[in-house]
């Protein structure tokens, strides 16, 4: 996704536990949450633990590297706002922490994806309570 498509996105508008996630991002780093019985970690977030239903967990920072796990490149805009946008590439990442995470490529660097590239989260901070999830390739 180029600077200038880049810079056109909206927030989103979250509420609950999607919304700390964002506010989390924005204030302080990408922070997933970890289940305090099992020490899974989990995303989207969730109020109990799928592994061991336990309803205790925290927000904790994430390392942000990862993996492409899947990937898809947008050459129609769907919504005129993303005219200017493409093509962009939508990534799945697998996070070395072992939870996925759904975002774009920062740049132009749709050329370099393929499934194993290293990846590293690179926030987009749109407000005090919002960042968006974009990665880079390392």
Known sequence: MNDEARAARTAPHAAG????????????GLHLQRCQACETWRHPPRFVCATCGSG????EPASGRG?????TITHRAVDPA???AVPYAVVVVELDEG???????AGDENGVLDIGRRVV?????????VALVDFRAV
């Open 17 to 28: 536990l999607n919304a700390e996630f964002y506010e989390h991002a924005a204030r302080a």
């Open 56 to 59: 205790e967990w925290r927000w």
């Open 67 to 71: 993996r492409v796990y899947s990937w």
């Open 82 to 84: 993303f005219a200017a």
């Open 99 to 105: 939870v996925r995470l759904v975002g774009n490529i």
């Open 121 to 129: 989260v690179d926030l987009d901070r749109r407000s005090d309570t």
